[in-house]
T-cell receptor, first 115, second 114 residues
Framework: SAVISQKPSRDICQRGTSLTIQCQVDSQVTMMFWYRQQPGQSLTLIAT?????????ESGFVIDKFPISRPNLTFSTLTVSNMSPEDSSIYLCSVDNLRGQETQYFGPGTRLLVL | GENVEQHPSTLSVQEGDSAVIKCTYSDSASNYFPWYKQELGKGPQLIIDIRSNVGEKKDQRIAVTLNKTAKHFSLHITETQPEDSAVYFCAALFAGGGADGLTFGKGTHLIIQP
């Protein structure tokens, strides 16, 4: 099966700083998504990372706070900017159209704690 | 937008018994319904999915049923084992044009009692 990796796997950050999370897939995919999972909660879609154009953000999420890059069909980054303790969450990337399969597979997540 | 309700939030069953988790969705245009299992410290793992043109799908001890008229779908796990203990999420995908992410239920913490 395909491998989806995220870096870092976890981090502890100071408020006011920014963190960039990387998502790498070992094969080309059409769609990549970024989700947030707050402690003990469900997953909420942040945005769709579009290759060659700006990301599409869901209600409640803005580009200034969560800038996203998608330079090619196997890689994306999510930056959490000007962090506050409320940003402490698990951030997950997912991909679909993985080797022709129409479903979504998730990476292992990045566990972020903001102090 | 789509809204997905999931019940129960916690389910405790004896090892060997069956477990059933139920979800309802709001948007009749949704056409894809996956189920994910998330173990502590890991990302969600797809365990089974169903599309709107199918009423039931089985994979060994796991089955999913879909009632489009009532807009609900269920996960059935038979002969439960300790390794089935995890949080299970249902989700729905709205195929309204463009590329959309999944809308998730709030999750069910399944506890298998030995």
């Amino acid at each position: 099966s395909a491998v989806i990796s995220q870096k870092p796997s976890r981090d502890i950050c100071q408020r006011g700083t920014s963190l960039t999370i990387q998502c790498q897939v070992d094969s080309q995919v059409t769609m990549m998504f970024w989700y947030r999972q707050q402690p003990g909660q469900s997953l909420t879609l942040i945005a769709t990372a579009n290759q060659g154009s700006e990301a599409t953000y869901e209600s409640g999420f803005v580009i200034d706070k969560f800038p996203i890059s998608r330079p090619n069909l196997t890689f994306s980054t999510l930056t959490v900017s000007n962090m506050s303790p409320e940003d402490s969450s698990i951030y997950l990337c997912s991909v679909d159209n993985l080797r022709g399969q129409e479903t979504q597979y998730f990476g292992p997540g990045t566990r972020l704690l903001v102090l | 937008g789509e809204n997905v309700e999931q019940h129960p939030s916690t389910l405790s069953v004896q090892e060997g018994d069956s477990a059933v988790i139920k979800c309802t969705y709001s948007d009749s245009a949704s056409n894809y319904f996956p189920w994910y299992k998330q173990e502590l410290g890991k990302g969600p793992q797809l365990i089974i999915d169903i599309r709107s043109n199918v009423g039931e799908k089985k994979d060994q001890r796991i089955a999913v049923t879909l009632n489009k008229t009532a807009k609900h779908f269920s996960l059935h796990i038979t002969e439960t084992q300790p390794e089935d203990s995890a949080v299970y999420f249902c989700a729905a995908l709205f195929a309204g044009g463009g590329a959309d992410g999944l809308t998730f239920g709030k999750g069910t913490h399944l506890i298998i009692q030995p």
